[in-house]
Protein backbone atom coordinates (compact mmCIF):
# COMPACT_ATOMS: atom_id res chain seq x y z
CA UNK A 1 0.00 0.00 0.00
CA UNK A 2 1.30 3.54 -0.48
CA UNK A 3 1.80 5.94 1.82
CA UNK A 4 2.29 9.51 2.43
CA UNK A 5 4.38 10.93 5.20
CA UNK A 6 4.50 14.97 6.17
CA UNK A 7 7.08 15.41 8.98
CA UNK A 8 6.21 19.03 9.67
CA UNK A 9 2.71 19.46 11.69
CA UNK A 10 3.37 23.18 11.82
CA UNK A 11 5.42 25.88 10.20
CA UNK A 12 5.30 29.27 9.79
CA UNK A 13 6.69 31.82 7.71
CA UNK A 14 7.53 35.83 7.45
CA UNK A 15 5.52 37.54 4.34
CA UNK A 16 7.27 37.83 1.46
CA UNK A 17 9.84 34.67 2.47
CA UNK A 18 10.65 31.34 1.81
CA UNK A 19 9.22 28.48 3.02
CA UNK A 20 9.32 24.74 2.32
CA UNK A 21 6.37 22.14 3.05
CA UNK A 22 8.73 18.57 3.12
CA UNK A 23 6.53 15.02 1.89
CA UNK A 24 7.90 11.81 1.64
CA UNK A 25 5.65 8.89 0.18
CA UNK A 26 6.08 4.96 -0.50
CA UNK A 27 5.57 3.21 -3.23
CA UNK A 28 6.88 -0.17 -5.55
CA UNK A 29 5.11 1.66 -8.58
CA UNK A 30 7.09 3.65 -11.27
CA UNK A 31 4.55 5.31 -13.07
CA UNK A 32 2.60 7.90 -10.54
CA UNK A 33 1.00 11.22 -9.80
CA UNK A 34 2.06 13.70 -6.90
CA UNK A 35 0.02 17.02 -5.67
CA UNK A 36 -0.15 19.72 -3.10
CA UNK A 37 -3.59 20.66 -2.21
CA UNK A 38 -4.17 23.84 -0.12
CA UNK A 39 -7.02 23.55 2.76
CA UNK A 40 -8.07 27.46 3.45
CA UNK A 41 -10.16 27.65 6.74
CA UNK A 42 -12.98 26.86 4.36
CA UNK A 43 -12.02 23.87 4.15
CA UNK A 44 -12.46 23.18 0.50
CA UNK A 45 -9.12 21.61 -1.07
CA UNK A 46 -7.89 23.52 -3.82
CA UNK A 47 -5.03 22.24 -6.35
CA UNK A 48 -1.56 24.01 -5.77
CA UNK A 49 0.73 21.87 -7.80
CA UNK A 50 1.12 18.46 -9.60
CA UNK A 51 4.21 16.63 -10.44
CA UNK A 52 4.30 13.39 -12.95
CA UNK A 53 6.85 10.69 -11.86
CA UNK A 54 8.01 10.51 -15.60
CA UNK A 55 8.86 14.14 -15.72
CA UNK A 56 12.64 14.89 -14.10
CA UNK A 57 11.51 18.79 -14.69
CA UNK A 58 10.31 19.73 -11.43
CA UNK A 59 6.65 21.56 -12.06
CA UNK A 60 6.32 25.39 -11.19
CA UNK A 61 3.12 27.23 -10.61
CA UNK A 62 4.05 30.97 -10.52
CA UNK A 63 4.94 31.53 -6.70
CA UNK A 64 5.00 27.58 -6.26
CA UNK A 65 7.52 24.81 -6.83
CA UNK A 66 8.48 21.66 -5.97
CA UNK A 67 11.47 19.68 -5.73
CA UNK A 68 10.75 15.84 -6.84
CA UNK A 69 13.37 13.39 -5.92
CA UNK A 70 12.13 10.17 -7.27
CA UNK A 71 14.92 7.50 -5.86
CA UNK A 72 14.66 9.44 -2.83
CA UNK A 73 10.43 9.21 -2.87
CA UNK A 74 10.49 13.53 -1.91
CA UNK A 75 8.37 15.70 -2.78
CA UNK A 76 8.68 19.24 -1.04
CA UNK A 77 6.69 22.28 -1.90
CA UNK A 78 8.56 25.56 -2.01
CA UNK A 79 6.48 29.12 -1.55
CA UNK A 80 8.61 31.95 -2.80
CA UNK A 81 7.58 35.38 -1.59
CA UNK A 82 4.84 33.89 0.88
CA UNK A 83 1.60 35.88 1.25
CA UNK A 84 -0.70 36.31 3.82
CA UNK A 85 -3.60 34.12 1.74
CA UNK A 86 -1.14 31.31 1.48
CA UNK A 87 -2.02 30.91 5.12
CA UNK A 88 -3.64 26.81 5.18
CA UNK A 89 -3.23 23.11 5.61
CA UNK A 90 -1.23 21.79 2.99
CA UNK A 91 -1.73 18.59 1.97
CA UNK A 92 0.54 16.38 -0.15
CA UNK A 93 -1.35 13.71 -2.08
CA UNK A 94 -0.05 10.47 -4.36
CA UNK A 95 -2.07 8.88 -6.96
CA UNK A 96 -1.38 5.29 -9.49
CA UNK A 97 -0.95 6.60 -13.23
CA UNK A 98 -2.37 4.21 -16.02
CA UNK A 99 -5.67 2.19 -15.26
CA UNK A 100 -7.22 2.03 -12.36
CA UNK A 101 -9.13 4.25 -10.19
CA UNK A 102 -6.77 7.47 -9.52
CA UNK A 103 -7.74 7.61 -5.76
CA UNK A 104 -5.64 10.02 -3.85
CA UNK A 105 -3.21 9.13 -0.76
CA UNK A 106 -3.12 11.95 1.26
CA UNK A 107 -0.43 12.72 3.99
CA UNK A 108 -1.72 14.09 7.34
CA UNK A 109 -1.21 18.07 6.39
CA UNK A 110 1.40 20.70 7.57
CA UNK A 111 -0.26 23.84 8.83
CA UNK A 112 1.22 27.14 7.64
CA UNK A 113 0.95 30.27 9.14
CA UNK A 114 2.30 33.62 7.70
CA UNK A 115 3.64 36.33 9.64
CA UNK A 116 2.76 39.69 8.63
CA UNK B 1 -15.07 27.73 -15.10
CA UNK B 2 -17.14 24.49 -13.96
CA UNK B 3 -16.80 23.33 -10.39
CA UNK B 4 -18.29 20.92 -8.34
CA UNK B 5 -20.93 21.56 -6.02
CA UNK B 6 -22.08 19.72 -2.77
CA UNK B 7 -25.19 20.14 -0.90
CA UNK B 8 -26.22 20.67 1.87
CA UNK B 9 -23.08 22.63 3.48
CA UNK B 10 -24.05 21.46 6.92
CA UNK B 11 -26.18 18.38 7.90
CA UNK B 12 -26.95 17.75 11.45
CA UNK B 13 -28.78 13.84 12.25
CA UNK B 14 -29.49 11.80 14.95
CA UNK B 15 -27.28 8.75 15.64
CA UNK B 16 -29.02 5.84 14.07
CA UNK B 17 -30.65 7.99 11.31
CA UNK B 18 -29.89 7.69 7.51
CA UNK B 19 -28.46 10.28 5.47
CA UNK B 20 -27.50 11.40 1.95
CA UNK B 21 -25.26 13.43 0.75
CA UNK B 22 -25.37 15.13 -2.82
CA UNK B 23 -22.55 16.15 -5.41
CA UNK B 24 -23.31 17.47 -8.89
CA UNK B 25 -19.37 16.22 -10.44
CA UNK B 26 -18.39 18.63 -13.45
CA UNK B 27 -20.17 17.61 -16.22
CA UNK B 28 -17.46 15.72 -18.72
CA UNK B 29 -16.10 14.40 -16.23
CA UNK B 30 -15.78 10.00 -15.61
CA UNK B 31 -14.68 9.08 -12.76
CA UNK B 32 -16.45 10.59 -8.99
CA UNK B 33 -15.09 10.06 -5.43
CA UNK B 34 -15.96 10.55 -2.22
CA UNK B 35 -13.66 11.38 0.36
CA UNK B 36 -14.12 11.68 4.31
CA UNK B 37 -11.94 14.21 6.67
CA UNK B 38 -12.54 13.81 10.16
CA UNK B 39 -11.80 17.15 12.26
CA UNK B 40 -8.09 17.75 12.51
CA UNK B 41 -7.22 15.02 10.70
CA UNK B 42 -5.92 13.91 7.19
CA UNK B 43 -8.62 13.53 4.22
CA UNK B 44 -9.22 9.28 3.19
CA UNK B 45 -10.50 7.94 0.35
CA UNK B 46 -13.95 6.04 0.92
CA UNK B 47 -15.29 5.40 -2.47
CA UNK B 48 -14.54 5.71 -6.63
CA UNK B 49 -17.13 5.33 -9.09
CA UNK B 50 -16.79 4.98 -12.55
CA UNK B 51 -19.03 3.98 -15.51
CA UNK B 52 -22.28 3.33 -13.12
CA UNK B 53 -20.57 1.45 -10.64
CA UNK B 54 -18.07 0.96 -8.04
CA UNK B 55 -14.25 0.75 -9.30
CA UNK B 56 -12.88 0.77 -5.69
CA UNK B 57 -13.25 1.16 -2.18
CA UNK B 58 -11.79 1.93 0.96
CA UNK B 59 -11.95 -0.44 4.04
CA UNK B 60 -13.72 2.22 5.62
CA UNK B 61 -16.63 2.47 2.88
CA UNK B 62 -18.62 -0.84 4.85
CA UNK B 63 -22.42 -2.04 4.07
CA UNK B 64 -23.52 1.29 6.12
CA UNK B 65 -22.26 3.11 3.22
CA UNK B 66 -23.82 3.12 -0.32
CA UNK B 67 -23.18 5.25 -3.46
CA UNK B 68 -25.26 5.83 -6.10
CA UNK B 69 -25.63 7.86 -9.57
CA UNK B 70 -29.65 8.35 -10.05
CA UNK B 71 -29.67 10.10 -13.06
CA UNK B 72 -26.72 11.96 -15.70
CA UNK B 73 -25.43 14.93 -12.77
CA UNK B 74 -25.84 13.82 -9.17
CA UNK B 75 -23.98 11.80 -7.51
CA UNK B 76 -25.09 10.54 -3.96
CA UNK B 77 -23.69 9.01 -0.72
CA UNK B 78 -25.82 7.30 1.31
CA UNK B 79 -24.56 6.60 5.22
CA UNK B 80 -27.33 4.18 6.19
CA UNK B 81 -27.60 3.98 10.06
CA UNK B 82 -25.51 7.01 11.18
CA UNK B 83 -22.67 6.50 14.38
CA UNK B 84 -20.75 9.63 16.11
CA UNK B 85 -17.76 8.48 14.55
CA UNK B 86 -19.49 9.29 10.95
CA UNK B 87 -19.01 13.34 12.05
CA UNK B 88 -16.74 14.47 9.44
CA UNK B 89 -16.15 16.88 6.36
CA UNK B 90 -17.24 14.74 3.45
CA UNK B 91 -15.57 15.78 -0.15
CA UNK B 92 -17.22 15.10 -3.38
CA UNK B 93 -14.58 14.75 -6.20
CA UNK B 94 -14.85 14.32 -9.95
CA UNK B 95 -11.92 13.87 -12.80
CA UNK B 96 -11.80 13.46 -16.61
CA UNK B 97 -8.69 10.85 -16.20
CA UNK B 98 -7.59 12.02 -20.03
CA UNK B 99 -4.59 14.11 -19.94
CA UNK B 100 -5.26 15.68 -16.51
CA UNK B 101 -5.46 13.30 -13.58
CA UNK B 102 -5.77 16.27 -11.17
CA UNK B 103 -9.04 15.68 -8.90
CA UNK B 104 -11.54 18.95 -8.33
CA UNK B 105 -12.82 18.77 -5.25
CA UNK B 106 -16.54 20.07 -4.17
CA UNK B 107 -16.60 22.44 -1.36
CA UNK B 108 -18.02 19.66 1.46
CA UNK B 109 -20.56 18.44 3.57
CA UNK B 110 -20.08 18.95 7.31
CA UNK B 111 -21.88 15.99 8.90
CA UNK B 112 -22.63 16.57 12.59
CA UNK B 113 -24.10 13.56 14.26
CA UNK B 114 -25.38 13.62 17.47
Known amino acids: AQTVTQSQPEMSVQEAETVTLSCTYDTSESDYYLFWYKQPPSRQMILVIRQEAYKQQNATENRFSVNFQKAAKSFSLKISDSQLGDAAMYFCAYSLSGAGSYQLTFGKGTKLSVIP | EPEVTQTPSHQVTQMGQEVILRCVPI?????FYWYRQILGQKVEFLVSFYNNEISEKSEIFDDQFSVERPDGSNFTLKIRSTKLEDSAMYFC????????????FGPGTRLTVT
Open chain 2, 93 to 104: ASIVPQGRVEQY
Open chain 2, 27 to 31: SNHLY
